[in-house]
């Protein structure tokens, strides 16, 4: 049979043949919520599939389109009644995509310059640094209202817009190579993955994550020497880059023989425990990696796992919205755990939001690839967040926080955004809300 696809892990014909085409997936599906294009949805993108595999259509601009207009989010899985691995197929897709399919030269030099930097944390962290200073010193600020930055090619605006709220302050901070556990015996040996835009732009959070597993009982090692999970690549069609990463990590991980590998980053953590998987043809590491794999956890899932910190917990009275990072919700699973997380701090109110199970638009790299459907979700998602009126949002992935800080702050609102360890860690040490409320609008009002 004549196929657009190579033989190396094309579109499984047996997965492509679970989706019976119900349409449950449409309403879940945030490009088809956007656009209401059928090819624009989890069915119509399988249909697209199986018309590839079999020779009726070509790698051509129009077909590919359609498949990189998706984010990946997996919110079709949680919808589909006929469990359709709608997340496999992407993956699967995207790869032979990669392969097959030749792009514009300018799209190609946009996407290397990407992948010479994400999956390198010392590369970010000097990009990090830069925009702290840039941000500190105000030349953010000046160059916003003077109107300087609407005059930069299209590319440049839109990353200039993503860009987080920074202070080299802030940077300074990063988990230990192994922290003690505060009170009692060690429960648990966690290992925690550092990884690779967390590592650079939100090392705070890490060592709030060390911090809080020390204070539930864990024995905490961070090693250094640990690279990028594969994440990034592995969601944009570069398998074999993203398993070279792959190996990498368990070997550097697997070392100290940990009962958990504690991730704070959804998306990190979502690949991870597929590596099992995605190893499973390789003699030599299929085994270790369907072990490492088994002992990955999200940290809340640890920290449910525990129960009750030995140390009190102090109030933090306030009104929090928690947003679902796709990766934690719909590829993991992980919906109760944050939530009785953030339940347990003394004088935090959960409150909801409306399309709370719609993505924001990060998706790994999708709103660096994809500005304009990314630049929607993140309008729509801090709408949505301005509505609920909270005194502040929570959520578990960095890409996550980075998109929402950014619609919010383009939509000239004040909310301050945490990672829900960082609430958790405050409520340890006993920071006041005034005080930790106030650190990050400060941070915050630097970036205007």
């Not at 839109?158 to 230990?176: G, H, I, T, W």
């Not at 899932?301 to 140390?311: Q, S």
């Not at 005034?434 to 941070?443: T, V």
């Amino acid at each position: 049979m004549s196929t657009a696809f190579d033989d190396h892990h094309p579109p499984a014909a047996d997965l492509i043949a679970d989706c019976v085409h119900c349409g449950f997936c449409l309403p879940a599906c945030p490009t088809y919520q956007l656009w209401g294009e059928e090819m624009d949805s989890p069915r119509g993108r399988i249909l697209l599939m199986d018309a590839a595999r079999r020779g009726e259509v070509d790698l051509n601009d129009t077909v590919v389109q359609h498949w990189d207009a998706c984010l990946g989010c997996m919110a079709c899985e949680t919808a589909c009644p006929s469990g359709v691995r709608y997340g496999r197929l992407i993956e699967q897709t995207r790869q032979q995509v990669e392969r097959r399919y030749r792009r514009p030269w300018p799209e190609r030099m946009y996407r290397a310059v990407l992948f010479a930097m994400l999956p390198y944390p010392l590369r970010l962290r000097v990009v990090a640094q830069l925009l702290a200073l840039y941000q500190d010193s105000g030349a953010r600020r000046v160059l916003r209202r003077s109107g300087v930055i609407r005059r930069l090619p299209q590319r440049l605006r839109e990353l200039e817009a993503l860009a987080p709220a920074l202070s080299r302050r802030r940077l300074e901070e990063s988990p230990p190579e192994r922290s003690a556990v505060s009170v009692g015996r060690a429960r648990l040996r966690v290992t925690l993955l550092r990884g690779c835009v967390q590592r650079a732009f939100f090392g705070d959070v890490s060592a709030a994550t060390a911090r809080v597993l020390a204070a539930f009982g864990c024995e905490v090692s961070a090693p250094r020497q640990q690279g990028c999970c594969g994440a990034l690549e592995l969601h944009s069609g570069r398998e074999q880059a993203a398993l070279a990463r792959a190996r990498a990590l368990i070997a550097a991980l697997e070392a100290g023989d940990p009962d958990r590998i504690a991730v704070d980053s959804a998306g990190c953590g979502a690949s991870m425990k597929e590596y099992g998987e995605l190893l499973a043809d390789d003699p030599i590491w299929a085994e270790r990696a369907a072990a490492f794999s088994a002992r990955v956890r999200d940290v809340s899932e640890i920290l449910d796992e525990l129960g009750p910190p030995a140390l009190p917990m102090h109030p933090l009275p306030m009104r929090l919205a928690y947003h679902d990072a796709c990766h934690l919700a719909h590829a993991q699973r992980v919906r109760a755990q944050p939530r009785r997380a953030l339940s347990a701090i003394p004088g935090v109110e959960l409150i909801p939001l409306d399309d709370a199970d719609l993505c924001c638009g990060s998706a790994g790299v999708y709103n660096l690839v994809e500005p304009g459907p990314a630049a929607d979700l993140g309008r729509r998602k801090a709408a949505s967040i301005a509505t609920a009126a909270p005194q502040a949002l929570a959520a578990g992935n960095p890409g996550c926080l980075l998109q929402i800080g950014a619609h919010l702050s383009l939509a000239g609102q004040a909310i301050p955004t945490f990672h829900p360890v960082e609430l958790l860690d405050a409520s340890l040490r006993g920071i006041p809300v005034e005080r930790l409320l106030a650190d990050r609008s400060r941070l915050l009002a630097i970036d205007r």
